[in-house]
């Protein structure tokens, strides 16, 4: 049998907390295992934007978000902030690829210089050391020249940027229309199979 697959979703203080929820929903009915990461400015992010009440510590919060989400036992392994020995903190252990959903602006400074302050940082730049798969998903309004410039070269360095933008030729109906567009397009990126949007043209 195949190995399962494994992404690291790390969420970070950017409005949109509800694209990183349903990722993570997608991520678990896909059967993949997901090391989740959360910044402190993210938790206070989900409990303004969201009904959810997140336990702030990784034992705690991961035994939550596998009942919540009715996943599978270790399916959701979360770390702490400083965790430096997790897998995600080394090429050897970390996952092949990791979306920042949503990306604050401030996270993506941090790992267009390498900063590795914290382990959000520090995955994003083992990824990029790795040469693996990086989906940025930055959320602004608008965009300083400081944010453009940090983007061009977190593309340059192969992450892909995918904004928090939803289209409207679907002719969405609900917030939730509008949520899964972006997250139908993650999906796609990392090649995970989704019914929530179909591709141009299909
Ligand atoms: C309710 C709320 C909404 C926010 N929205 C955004 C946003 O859309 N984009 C952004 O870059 N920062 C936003 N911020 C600010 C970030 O949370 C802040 O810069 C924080 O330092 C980011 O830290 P982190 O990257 O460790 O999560 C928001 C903060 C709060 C409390």
């Not at 990791?98 to 267009?112: D, K, N």
Request: net charge neutral; proline share 6%.
């Amino acid at each position: 049998m195949a190995e399962p697959r494994r992404v690291t979703l790390a969420v970070t203080g950017a409005s949109g907390a509800q694209y990183a929820l349903r990722l993570l929903e997608c991520l678990v009915r896909a059967d993949v295992e997901v090391f989740f990461l959360i910044s402190q400015a993210a938790q206070l992010v989900v409990a303004t934007e969201t009904e959810l009440q997140l336990p702030p510590k990784p034992q705690a919060l991961a035994a939550f978000l596998t009942e919540h989400y009715q996943a599978r036992a270790g399916q959701i392994r979360v770390f702490g902030k400083q965790d430096w020995m997790s897998p995600v903190a080394s090429g050897s252990g970390a996952p092949s690829a990791m979306v920042v959903c949503p990306c604050s602006t401030g996270t993506l400074s941090a790992i267009a210089c390498g900063a590795s302050n914290n382990l959000i940082e520090r995955a994003a730049d083992v990824a990029l050391k790795e040469r693996r798969q990086l989906i940025l998903v930055p959320r602004e309004s608008p965009y300083s020249t400081i944010h453009l410039e940090n983007m061009l070269r977190l593309s340059q360095m192969g992450a892909v940027i995918l904004p928090a933008s939803p289209g409207f030729y679907h002719q969405p109906q609900s917030i939730d229309d509008l949520v899964d567009f972006v997250v139908a397009r993650i999906l796609n990126q990392l090649g995970i199979e989704q019914d929530l949007l179909k591709r141009w043209g299909e």
